[in-house]
């Protein structure tokens, strides 16, 4: 069976732009978190979506939005880009609405100018 | 919120030899987990321990839920073990996983 899979793999923007990821759960799981994983930090938590419907927050600004798809899949989309939104955007799939066990995917890394 | 703290943040081992990775937490947790992150990047999960001894191959891990702290074993280091160590923390109020700032294990041959 196929993991969390994410696109693209690398990204760069200048600031100003923006981007949008994309993130493919595993098959049956309904959940979908997405991370914010800045250079030599732990993974922090953005949102999570289970069965289309936002069912966490973290604390970051309006600029960073998501939803999620009929099929599950997920979309994060980041307005007016930082130099400070360089990182590695990890996504992770749920069978369930609780985030206790999560896969992960092997992450987008973006690079803002 | 709830902190996590890893210690050590960085550690440097000769191949062969054994280590021990500590994780605080700042409050009860439902669940805690440690996780391998490659060069990569991938995020590989290692135990699920809300409290308790497990063991797999060469890693073990030892939650004291009581003490909120977690240990991670890594005996016979090899070069494969390189990479950062993350532990994090799973409170069912709120449905959050919340990770520690990692521990950097660099094995050299």
């Known amino acids: 069976d196929a993991g969390v899979t994410q696109s693209p793999t690398h990204l760069i923007k200048t600031r100003g732009q923006q981007v949008t990821l994309r993130c493919s759960p595993i098959s049956g799981h309904k959940s979908v978190s997405w991370y914010q994983q800045v250079l030599g930090q732990g993974p922090q938590f953005i949102f999570q979506y289970y069965e289309k419907e936002e069912r966490g927050r973290g604390n970051f600004p309006d600029r960073f939005s998501a939803r999620q798809f009929p099929n599950y899949s997920s979309e994060l989309n980041v307005n007016a880009l930082l130099l400070g939104d360089s990182a590695l955007y990890l996504c992770?799939?749920?069978?369930?609405?609780?985030?206790?066990?999560?896969?992960f995917g092997p992450g987008t890394r973006l690079l803002v100018l | 919120g709830i902190q996590v703290e890893q210690s050590p943040p960085d550690l440097i081992l000769q191949e062969g030899a054994n280590s021990t990775l500590r994780c605080n937490f700042s409050?009860?947790?439902?669940?805690l987990q440690w996780f391998h992150q490659n060069p990569w990047g991938q995020l590989i999960n290692l135990f699920y321990i809300p409290s308790g001894t497990k063991q797999n191959g060469r890693l073990s891990a030892t939650t004291v839920a009581t003490e909120r702290y977690s240990l991670l074993y890594i005996s016979s280091s090899q070069t494969t073990d390189s990479g950062v160590y993350f532990c994090a923390v799973f409170k069912a109020a709120g449905n959050k996983l919340t990770f520690g700032g990692g521990t950097r294990v660099l094995v050299k041959p």
């Open positions: 409050d009860s947790v439902n669940n």
């Open positions: 992770a799939s749920s069978f369930g609405a609780r985030v206790e066990t999560q896969y």
